[in-house]
């Protein structure tokens, strides 16, 4: 032990380098690489069984996934097509709403404010010591007729678009005149049916009629004593009809004649309007700041059996005009007079919207 550690204390200090036996360590060096290679090689082995179970069981799946991935933008650009759709209908069904809404929310108010003006009315009459119902106020009575004459009106406009496009598909399909002059003479009597309830109405309430309170905004604007003038709706239909050159002068003459009835017609609202007047400012006190009103109660009578005239002259105009006509003109005369009634009516709707709407 103790010349051995001699030696190599010696051989260190000396610094003398003694190499190891190449051989022994090839040997062992050889040895590691044989056991190295065959590790790696069974490792790949292992990699490559691994890789090709893992193809076996792919080979279906990426055309499969890609399939399904192509599906995925077409499914997802139907549906959002459906639901902008089901939006754009809903839409539509709140504006109809909101439209109806507010016409009904007009009406109502309308009712209110004349339910407060006869309300005041009566009370000062009972104030002087007059009986209400004696002088054309029968409360109760009053708006319940004019309830049903409103109620009785949105029908008839209902049936009148309906009538209307009856006499359109009628005249597209090649009804025979018979057939044809049978819808007309049905929608002449539908407009009959309208004066009819417009003269029970003006009983009971003539001022309520006169004012149009029950026809859209834009329909008033046209508006001559509870209605149309026949004179000027002619002149809006009669260049929209082919005529032969007697049909064309014998409704020349008819809108002279319909000018001649209007005339007199706004002469005697104008003679009844200042008669009125005077009633009202000739009133006997009564006492209690009442005044006698009779007169100017009878004066209003008149104002009754104006406006039936004027409905008179109208329905008139109405037949004397269709007998002038070919059954198919008779029927695009009637498609035509309803379509610019109704026109009218969705202006109106167009406008009240415009209104509501935020600026």
């Known amino acids: 032990m103790n010349s051995s550690s001699t030696q190599y204390l010696n051989s260190k200090r000396m610094e003398v380098y003694e190499p190891m036996n190449p051989f022994s360590m090839w040997g062992d060096f050889k040895g590691n690489i044989y056991q190295d290679a065959a590790m790696i090689i069974e490792v790949d082995a292992k990699l490559e069984n691994q890789l090709s179970e893992d193809n076996s069981h792919t080979t279906h799946g990426p055309s499969n996934q890609c399939d399904q991935e192509a599906s995925k933008p077409v499914d997802k650009v139907l549906r959002r097509l459906a639901q902008n759709r089901e939006a754009a209908r809903k839409s539509r069904l709140r504006k109809k709403a909101y439209v109806q809404q507010l016409e009904a929310s007009r009406l109502k108010l309308l009712h209110l404010e004349q339910e407060l003006e006869q309300t005041k009315a009566q009370c000062a009459l009972m104030r002087g010591g007059v009986n209400a119902s004696q002088l054309g106020f029968p409360g109760?009575?009053?708006?319940?007729?004019?309830?049903?004459?409103?109620?009785?009106?949105?029908?008839?406009?209902?049936?009148?678009?309906?009538?209307?496009?009856?006499?359109?598909?009628?005249?597209?399909?090649?009804?025979?005149?018979?057939?044809?002059?049978?819808?007309?003479?049905?929608?002449?009597?539908?407009?009959?049916?309208?004066?009819?309830?417009?003269?029970?109405?003006?009983?009971?309430?003539?001022?309520?009629?006169?004012?149009?309170?029950?026809?859209?905004?834009?329909?008033r604007l046209f508006l001559w004593i509870g209605g149309f003038r026949p004179s000027e709706l002619l002149k809006v239909l009669v260049p929209q009809l082919q005529l032969l050159d007697h049909q064309s002068h014998d409704l020349y003459n008819l809108i002279q004649a319909c000018q001649q009835a209007e005339d007199s017609l706004s002469q005697g609202m104008e003679k009844l309007q200042q008669t009125l007047a005077?009633?009202?400012?000739?009133?006997?006190?009564?006492?209690?700041?009442?005044?006698?009103?009779?007169?100017?109660?009878?004066?209003?009578?008149?104002?009754?059996?104006?406006?039936?005239?004027?409905?008179?002259?109208?329905?008139?105009?109405?037949?004397?005009?269709?007998?002038?006509?070919?059954?198919?003109?008779?029927?695009?005369?009637?498609?035509?007079?309803?379509?610019?009634?109704?026109?009218?009516?969705?202006?109106?709707?167009?406008?009240?919207?415009?209104?509501?709407?935020?600026?």
């Open 278 to 359: 005077e009633a009202v400012a000739c009133g006997q006190a009564l006492g209690g700041g009442c005044y006698e009103m009779r007169n100017a109660m009878d004066k209003l009578e008149e104002l009754v059996r104006l406006v039936i005239q004027a409905d008179y002259v109208r329905h008139e105009t109405l037949q004397q005009t269709l007998r002038n006509l070919t059954p198919r003109q008779a029927a695009q005369g009637l498609i035509s007079l309803g379509e610019y009634l109704q026109r009218l009516r969705d202006l109106s709707s167009t406008w009240a919207m415009r209104l509501c709407e935020p600026a």
């Open 140 to 219: 109760a009575a009053t708006h319940a007729g004019i309830a049903a004459f409103e109620i009785e009106y949105e029908q008839w406009v209902d049936l009148q678009n309906k009538k209307t496009n009856n006499l359109k598909t009628a005249l597209n399909s090649g009804m025979d005149d018979t057939e044809l002059d049978r819808l007309v003479q049905d929608a002449l009597n539908h407009y009959a049916n309208l004066f009819n309830i417009k003269a029970t109405v003006a009983k009971a309430d003539v001022c309520y009629l006169i004012s149009g309170v029950w026809k859209t905004s834009i329909e």
